[in-house]
């Protein structure tokens, strides 16, 4: 349980929500077809025969699903507002537009609501369970896998957290007996097959390594968020507004933090992924020539795959910002 001053929360809330949301791309990302990016795995032809084809098109296909994810999040903040702004009773239009400016107009309608509603010394009791994901090792070993061409067993994951499953090494945990295949619910020194708390790396060549570490991380399975806040009666002043404004936070604030806990694997995946992208762009003729007959179309596709880096990151860095900003202002962390 935490308690924390009514009017300093959503002031801080208020400046550092406007702050970060206005670094969203104006007009925000545009998605025709498959992705932002305009990349289409399928587009060029039977190039996808070769062992060189068939990594590229696994990692085209990681662009694609990467571009998507990243969009989504920051749509999910933006709906996340929406929400908040119709339990505050705000008209139509202002809850319209770009994620940036509707979060921006209901965070201040939310902070004007709650300096009249709630006394300005007022402690507001939150009361927080963070969400927990899970990757799912196998699956990723799966992808890597046919897009190297070799056995499953042959693909070495690491997990970088908690490995819930076996540990082809050592396990170091509460419980597990470490060795070849043996049963971990703990760090794993050596390759992970099962499920992991954490990011993964997968030891592949680089485009594999790409497809295989974002498919882990827009799969993952993740619980719920649980937040509620409440406020003693005696602190209220406006009753209608502070439940509204109560109401809106606990409707608002848990969607947010779904999106932070997705973050952290799914941020690793980006920068593996990018760090190809910008490796393939810098090939550019020379990895295109090689297609023959799909070079010029080849071209095209790594390179609306590098454009994408860019409007990428902004996604993740605006989700990242945003869900700190909720959670300093809510107090869960």
Do not use: H
């Amino acid at each position: 349980m935490r308690t924390l001053s009514a009017r300093s929360l959503w002031v801080a809330a208020c400046a550092a929500a406007v702050l970060v949301l206005s670094a969203c791309p104006a007009g925000g990302p545009k998605i025709p077809g498959r992705g932002g990016s305009g990349v289409d795995p399928n587009t060029c032809g039977n190039y996808a025969a070769s062992d060189a084809g068939r990594k590229l098109k696994a990692f085209l296909e990681a662009t694609v699903r990467v571009d998507e994810e990243s969009q989504r999040m920051v749509n999910v903040i933006g709906e996340s507002c929406a929400i908040m702004g119709r339990e505050l009773a705000m008209a139509g239009p202002d809850l319209e537009g770009q994620p940036k400016d509707v979060c921006a107009r209901v965070f201040e309608r939310l902070n004007a609501d709650l300096k009249v509603a709630i006394k300005a010394d007022a402690k507001l009791n939150v009361v927080y369970k963070p969400a927990v994901c899970t990757l799912d090792m196998q699956a990723s070993a799966r992808a890597a896998a046919q897009c190297e061409a070799k056995a499953e067993a042959d693909v070495q994951m690491t997990c970088n957290g908690t490995c819930n499953g076996t540990c082809d090494g050592t396990c170091k945990g509460s419980a597990g007996t470490g060795g070849s295949g043996g049963d971990c619910n703990g760090v794993c020194e050596g390759t992970c097959r099962g499920s992991c708390e954490g990011t993964a790396e997968v030891d592949a060549s680089a485009e594999c390594r790409a497809q295989a570490e974002v498919n882990a991380s827009v799969d993952m399975q993740c619980t719920e968020p649980e937040f509620s806040v409440e406020v003693e009666a005696s602190a209220i002043v406006d009753a209608t507004k502070a439940e509204a404004a109560m109401n809106a936070m606990r409707k608002g604030f848990p969607k947010i933090f779904s999106v932070q806990a997705r973050l952290k694997p799914f941020q690793a995946a980006v920068s593996t992924w990018a760090s190809t992208a910008t490796s393939l762009a810098a090939a550019g003729r020379d990895l295109a020539n090689s297609f023959k007959d799909q070079a010029l179309c080849i071209t095209g596709q790594i390179k609306a795959a590098a454009d994408a880096v860019a409007r990428v990151n902004v996604n993740v860095e605006v989700s990242v910002e945003v869900s700190a900003s909720a959670s300093a202002s809510a107090g869960t962390r």
